[in-house]
């Protein structure tokens, strides 16, 4: 994210159809510790999630 990376694409793994859902049913594993991650710092470094991917938004950060 430092790098300003044009986006960062999650692969959820394949009993789960999203990320929300993911969260919701599975929050402590490691797929729910690394995308909470993203929730809490992405913005802070420019991205803004849409679906599964974090897109960098040209001009912030």
Do not use: C
């Given at each position: 994210?430092?790098?300003?990376?044009?986006?960062?694409e999650?692969?959820?793994?394949?009993?789960?159809?999203?990320?929300?859902?993911?969260?919701?049913l599975?929050?402590?594993?490691?797929?729910?510790?690394?995308?909470?991650?993203?929730?809490r710092?992405?913005?802070?470094?420019?991205?803004?999630?849409?679906?599964?991917?974090w897109?960098?938004?040209?001009?912030?950060?």
């Amino acid at each position: 994210m430092e790098s300003g990376v044009p986006r960062i694409e999650y692969h959820l793994p394949q009993q789960f159809g999203s990320v929300e859902e993911l969260m919701m049913l599975d929050p402590e594993s490691y797929s729910g510790k690394e995308i909470a991650f993203l929730k809490r710092n992405a913005e802070v470094y420019g991205y803004r999630q849409v679906g599964n991917v974090w897109v960098h938004v040209t001009g912030e950060r």
